[in-house]
């Protein structure tokens, strides 16, 4: 139902409100036609013009009106839902309206966006720290999406109807249907599983077809109409299609690669006669979105509108990027633009095996190519939060004799940022040791704060115990390792795994959290005093701390609650240390001195020449795995 505002705007009302709006400091409006309806995000306004009304009138009903004017566009261009993972802080910001027609962009892991010129068919590339835009493949031809993962760029050639991928500047096909067929089978966007299987759309043939890593095409969707973009939740059991024509969003669930059940309807765009259910992307959380006729829809993984961004022009796809992946970029037909989010996009999948080419050189960056030694389990669902599921990736060696130990493995980043995926060499170079490891994500500050990384980081603990013998581990030989703010969570579940509040409500709650081992790399132990709190007190809403819990002024309690060292007692499990020669070895001194006082075992190992992060770097990961292997075999020997 429209919400009828009696605000009046003298002359022109598309430009009157569009002024008035922005002189009261809002941005997130958008206006359809050169009618008297304004459209605030899902709200429609609708103003009458003075036109016909006397001076005197206009003076009057002006000044009266005013302020009910001003309450009433405050209160409507409040975001959807309080759950909006759309940054408000931040406006959208225009990046580049050099293009023919830009469509489906792609992020590539390591600092640049790839963006497609349908119709001036070039491949552009854009780095978002230089702001440097360049053409990388002049006569690319007719590029409607791109996606990235596993090192490689793949490509929808719609313009010569196949599934490429890009081998440097070569274009080489993966798939290719006949250009003469009738109707047309030519692409229109695709997304890539974590296998290496492609799901791509035929908007004219109704399907969604599936394409096996070994090359082999079938029919994923058999009928769905006009389908356009397409994506997958981020534990890849559901495929979620657009159809353009209708404007609605389908949700299927993958029965195995490439099977799919029959097709739920998710969400209508129910926002007038204009067509265009087009692009789509996932966030980590499970969020949908899809370019519609004017905006980004978002909604929950359970159908939820959470919120609705507005371009300047009509929005085509959307893709997150940046180095947090923190960044929604949207293609537009006026345009590629950039809209900052809470949560972060799901980041792509590393490279896994010998053959991708996109690899950078570098002999410092450990290799995540997955041996045939182990078998991988990936994105693994091991706790739920409503409907937002955690997810991990799971490692384990294939010939192994018994019962094998379990290590949790925790990502860095600040409580803000980071993701499973920065820690996969360390989780092979453990399993390839004998262990079943366990990468974990965890929710970051930006999508909850305090206690919910740490309630993740012990439900996946319990994960283990409940599922230990299908997974074939001890469950009384569970380690974890972390590095950074990872550390940080590590050295809490050490010592904090007998305080309910930090164990949350992700499931198994009949299992116990309590690690026999733990690891902490360059990670704070004291949260409520020394350098995280002076960082808090001195920087404000700029501190990560602050920002993963909030003000220490308003919050000590909560500072405290996170504090792995006033929580240290005599039946925490031992606590190794490890930390490079140049990354303040002096660190957790205290914490290790109360261990010891306290009967718990625990030391220090300082790597020469190592700095901040050098878990993630050769040489220091080998040399560092050998010790962890050795106090992991110590500790979590079975007696």
């Not at 899902?42 to 103003?47: L, P, Q, R, S, Y």
């Not at 550390?487 to 809490?492: A, N, P």
């Not at 140049?582 to 109360?594: F, L, T, V, W």
Request: charged fraction near 20%; hydrophobic fraction near 35%; charge should be negative.
């Amino acid at each position: 139902m429209p919400h009828i505002c009696d605000c009046y705007i003298i002359r022109n009302p598309v430009v009157e409100v569009k002024l008035f709006v922005e002189l009261m400091g809002i941005w997130n409006f958008s206006f359809r036609h050169e009618s008297l309806t304004v459209k605030l995000l899902d709200h429609t306004v609708t103003v009458r013009s003075l036109a016909s009304e006397t001076s005197t009138e206009k003076e009057s009903l002006m000044s009266s009106r005013l302020l009910l004017s001003v309450l009433f566009l405050f209160q409507v261009i409040s975001p959807l839902s309080a759950e909006s993972p759309v940054d408000q802080s931040h406006p959208l910001d225009e990046v580049s309206t050099e293009f023919g027609l830009c469509d489906g962009p792609s992020w590539d892991g390591t600092g640049s966006l790839y963006i497609p010129d349908v119709k001036g068919q070039k491949l552009y590339r854009y780095w978002p720290k230089q702001d440097k835009m360049q053409v990388y493949l002049n006569e690319a031809g007719r590029i409607s999406a791109t996606f990235f993962n596993h090192g490689k760029l793949y490509l929808s050639d719609n313009g010569n109807s196949s599934i490429c991928w890009l081998k440097g500047k070569e274009v080489v096909t993966i798939a290719a249907n006949d250009l003469k067929a009738k109707p047309p089978q030519r692409p229109n966007d695709l997304v890539v599983d974590n296998q290496g299987g492609i799901y791509y759309t035929l908007t004219s043939t109704n399907q969604v077809i599936y394409i096996s890593p070994s090359g082999e095409q079938s029919v994923a969707v058999a009928e769905i109409k006009t389908p356009n973009g397409i994506t997958m939740s981020p534990d890849e059991k559901t495929l979620y299609v657009s159809a353009y024509v209708p404007k609605e969003v389908y949700s299927y669930q993958i029965t195995k690669a490439g099977k799919t059940s029959d097709g739920t309807l998710f969400a209508t765009m129910d926002d007038g006669d204009a067509k265009g259910a087009d692009g789509m992307c996932i966030d980590r959380a499970g969020n949908v979105y899809c370019a519609g006729a004017s905006d980004i829809w978002i909604w929950s993984p359970s159908g939820k509108l959470l919120d609705k961004i507005t371009p300047p022009t009509r929005p085509i796809n959307c893709s997150f990027g940046d180095s947090d992946m923190q960044s929604l970029y949207i293609t537009c037909f006026g345009g590629l633009y950039r809209q900052r989010m809470q949560l972060t996009g799901k980041s792509s999948q590393p490279v896994s095996t010998s053959e991708a080419p996109t690899a950078p050189n570098n002999d410092t960056r450990p290799s995540t190519v997955i041996p045939e030694t182990l078998k991988p389990s990936l994105d693994v669902v091991y706790a739920a939060d409503g409907d937002r599921n955690l997810l991990a990736d799971i490692f384990s060696p294939v010939k192994a004799q018994g019962k094998v130990p379990a290590i949790v493995v925790v990502h860095g980043g600040g409580w803000m940022k980071g993701d499973k995926t920065k820690f996969r060499a360390l989780a092979i170079e453990l399993a390839n040791r004998g262990y079943l490891t366990m990468a974990i994500e965890y929710r970051l500050g930006g999508e909850a704060k305090l206690p919910a990384a740490i309630h993740d980081c012990n439900a996946a603990v319990r994960y283990l115990r409940a599922n230990a013998d299908s997974l074939g581990i001890d469950p009384n030989r569970i380690g974890a390792v972390g590095g950074s703010a990872g550390g940080h969570l590590v050295g809490l579940m050490a010592t904090g795994h007998d305080l309910q509040e930090l164990q949350g409500e992700g499931g198994n709650q009949d299992y116990s959290s309590k690690l026999q081992a733990a690891i902490v790399m360059a990670g704070p132990m004291q949260i409520s005093t020394g350098n995280v709190a002076e960082q808090a007190s001195k920087n404000g809403d700029k501190a990560y701390a602050t920002q993963w819990i909030g003000p220490i002024s308003e919050s000590l309690d909560q500072y405290e609650l996170a504090d792995a060292h006033c929580h240290i007692s005599s039946d925490d499990s031992p606590i190794l240390f490890m930390v490079g020669e140049h990354d303040k070895p002096e660190r957790n001194q205290a914490s290790r001195e109360k261990l010891k006082a306290a009967g718990v075992w625990t030391d220090v190992i300082v790597y020469k020449n190592g700095k901040h992060g050098c878990w993630n770097q050769l040489p220091w990961l080998t040399e560092m795995a050998e010790d962890m292997d050795l106090f992991f075999q110590e500790q979590l020997s079975s007696k």
